[in-house]
C-alpha cells in the first residue's frame, strides 16, 4: 500500500515508496528521534493561501501537549522527476440504517479517495455496508472500516465505559463483517478508523488504545489506522507494529491543546465553504490549520476529513477538491 502523502518528519523527507513494514519503521524511528526536541511547532508567513495569510502573518510557536514536533513546512512526494503536494480526503460513510437515510454516498463516493463505512454498530446495516462496498469499488475509493461503540440511538457519539477487552472483541467483529462483504466482491478493507466517542477515547485511553491495536494486529497486520496525531492510538499502532496515518479535519474547530472543539461548542463546525477549502489548502500544503486566536496549529496530516451528514456536504467536498486541484496538489488515497 502506498502512502498517500508524505512531509517532513523530525527533519527527515517522508515520501511513497518503500514497503509498507519499511514506511512504518521508518516512521517509527522518526518519531522516537522527534520527541527528543521540544515539542513547539512554527508556521511561517508566506506559504499559506490568502485567506490565510491575515491568520498566520508572522512566525510564532503552538505547544501541542500531546504529539511529536513537526514544522510546517510544505508536504511533498515524488511526482514525475518533481516535487508535488499530495493528500487524501477520507469521509464518513454508509451511515444509513433500515429506512433512515443519511447523506448522499452515491455523490460522495466520487469526491473523495478514502471511504470510512460504519460496520453496523453506531449506524449502518448489512445491505448498506453492502451498497458502500459496491460504491468503493466503482470508484476506485479506499475501503476503510469505520467501528464504533454500540450506540444507534446516539450515533456512536456518546462515551460508553466499555472494558479494553469489550472494545477489541467488539473492533474484530465490525472489521470481519466488513471485510467479509468486502471479499465476496473482490475487495479489502484497507484501512480502519474508529468513529465518534470512540475515536477521542483512543486519543486519550491508553488502555483501551492498546487494546484496539493489538486486536488490528491479531487481525491483520498490514491494515493502518487513520486517527489524530499524537494521542494514545498513535503510540498504540506504533507499538503494535502498525503503521499510523495521521489525520485532520477541514471542517471542525481545533483549541490551542490541539484537540477538536466540543460539537456544540462555538467554532466547533466550520461550514463556509470557501472557509474549509481554504483550510484544506493549508493543511496539504504546510500541515497547519488556523486558531480561533489567531495562532495556527501544525498536525502534518496524510489524510483530510470532511464529513458527510454535514449540510452541503457533496457541494463542500467539490469545493476542497477544486480548491486543492487549483493549489496543485495531488488527490490520492493514503493506502
Known sequence: MAVGASGLLGGGLVGAGPAPGAQAASASSARAASAAVPLARRVRPGILPPFLVDVVASSLRVAHPRGNARRATPR????????????????????????????????????????????????????????????????????????????????????????????????????????????????????????????????????????????????????????????????????????????????????ADGLLRPRGAAGALVTEPEEVAARAVALATTGAVPLADGGALELAPDSICLHGDTPGAPELARRVRAALEDAGVRVRAFA
Not at 464504533?148 to 472494558?163: E, N, Q
Not at 475487495?187 to 487494546?211: N, P, S
Not at 503494535?240 to 474547530?253: I, K, S, T, V, Y
Request: charged share 20%; with cysteine; glycine share 14%.
Open 76 to 255: 511533498a512526494s515524488r511526482q514525475n522527476g518533481g516535487m508535488a503536494a499530495a493528500i487524501d480526503l477520507n469521509c464518513d460513510l454508509g451511515e444509513s440504517f433500515g429506512a433512515w437515510r443519511l447523506g448522499d454516498d452515491e455523490t460522495m463516493f466520487g469526491l473523495v479517495t478514502s471511504a470510512n463505512v460504519a460496520c453496523g454498530f453506531h449506524a449502518g446495516d448489512p445491505l448498506t455496508m453492502r451498497r458502500s462496498v459496491e460504491l468503493a469499488a466503482r470508484h476506485g475509493v479506499a475501503l476503510g472500516a469505520h467501528p464504533g461503540y454500540r450506540d444507534l440511538a446516539g450515533f456512536g457519539r456518546r462515551a460508553l465505559d466499555a472494558a479494553p477487552e469489550e472494545l477489541a472483541a467488539e473492533l474484530l467483529y465490525q472489521l470481519g463483517a466488513l471485510d467479509g462483504l468486502a471479499r465476496a466482491q473482490g475487495v479489502r478493507v484497507r484501512y480502519v478508523k474508529a468513529h465518534g466517542a470512540l475515536y477521542h477515547r483512543l486519543g486519550a485511553d491508553e488502555r483501551a488504545a492498546a487494546a484496539f491495536a493489538e486486536a488490528l494486529a491479531a487481525y491483520d497486520p498490514a491494515l493502518p489506522v487513520l486517527g489524530a496525531p499524537g494521542g494514545a492510538i498513535e503510540r498504540a499502532a506504533t507499538a503494535a507494529g502498525l503503521r499510523f496515518a495521521r489525520e485532520a479535519f477541514a471542517d471542525r474547530g481545533y483549541g
